[in-house]
């Protein structure tokens, strides 16, 4: 549906109009989706938003581009924020909320959400509840995305990332047409701070602790679809298709 979304109002926070907004949608979809650093979150959310036209909101894109675009001028919060992500440390919640909280704009798009990186932790789950319960938006599902940590560890080696428009590729399972170079926007390719070995291991334990009782949440609700992230990227996209169809039709 859509071929790429600039996301402006995400990325750059709300004073910023999108130039390329979604479509509105009879029934936008409004999906989370969870899975340890390196599962291919990211490249799903690519994926999923050319299919159903919903923008791919991560807030560790919002954290990057933050240091990336403007180190000197980062508020002393944004600052702390960007010194923890590079250290693989998570934000705190206070931030990560009042971050979200700017942007309420793009959870209730007519074009709906692809949720990534965010909630992380129960209090930003059940701020995320408020919030969206007060707008009169509910979170369809929420897809948990299932990979070994060996498998993860070895994705996460692989991983090359676009500086600029933030695609992402894979030296093995999803290569560039031009080795280092992105084919969306042709710049080079480089491997984030916190996919560098020390800052993996730190995000894995903290995912573990985190997500715990975040999966708990959403499983009560009835809201959580399970999809295992073995196999290329075309392979789990089709499994989270057909989990979506299933659970939405319900
Ligand atoms: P990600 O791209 O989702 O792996 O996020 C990269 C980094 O940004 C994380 O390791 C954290 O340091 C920070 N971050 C992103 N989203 C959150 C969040 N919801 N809560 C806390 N920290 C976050």
Redesign the pocket.
Known sequence: MNLLRDRSAWLHGPEHRCQQPPPHIEHPRRIVLLGA?GVG??TQAALLSSAIGACHL???????LARATSPRGLTPAMHA?VE??????????Q??LRI?RERLGCLTCRGGFLL??????MS?AAALEVLLQHEGVRIDAVVRYDLSELELIARIGGRRTCPVCKAVFHTQLRPPKRAGFCDVCGTELVV?D?DLPA?VH??QR?YVE?ATPLLAFYREQGRLLHVSAVGTPEEVFSRTLTALAAHCER
Do not use: H, N, Y
């Open positions: 650093p979150k990211g991560s807030t560790g894109d919002i954290f990057r924020a923890r992500m590079t250290r693989g440390e998570l934000v705190s919640d931030t990560v979200v990534d990186g965010f909630p992380r932790t930003q984030r916190d800052a730190i995000r903290s985190s």
